[in-house]
């Protein structure tokens, strides 16, 4: 998919594309970066939505804010939820004719060395614009 291509030489780290399947991510894509220290997560990979049992957000009224922030921002944070020292910035591929939830995710993933505060905006602004055409090409392909 030429949108993950153009995604990956602006971040240096590994791109993610991923399909929803219930309760779940699917990995469907994978773009590795060329640091020796990446992410590696074979094709086929199922990801829990909610990533892991442990730092889950268990509070009804502070998950609502959590979703709010992250519908606001078109993006999403994941600090070390699904492995330690493993840090992603994703966002959201929606069905441009259905409301959500989504039907799949595109994510920027890297170690936490590489992967700090002060490249989280970035790579979350590239990420929203690369998972917002996606979704606009999946509708005008249907």
Known sequence: MPILYEL????GETIHLAAADGRELVLLERLDTTH????FLPLGYRIPLDASARRTIVDP???RARL?????RGRYLNQERLSDGIVAVGAAILDADAPPPPIGAVSVSGPTVRMVDAVFDEHGRAVAEAAHRITRELGAAL
């Open 8 to 11: 990956q030489p602006g971040t």
């Open 36 to 39: 020796s220290l990446r992410v």
């Open 61 to 63: 009224d502070a998950l």
């Open 68 to 72: 709010a922030g992250i519908r606001a």
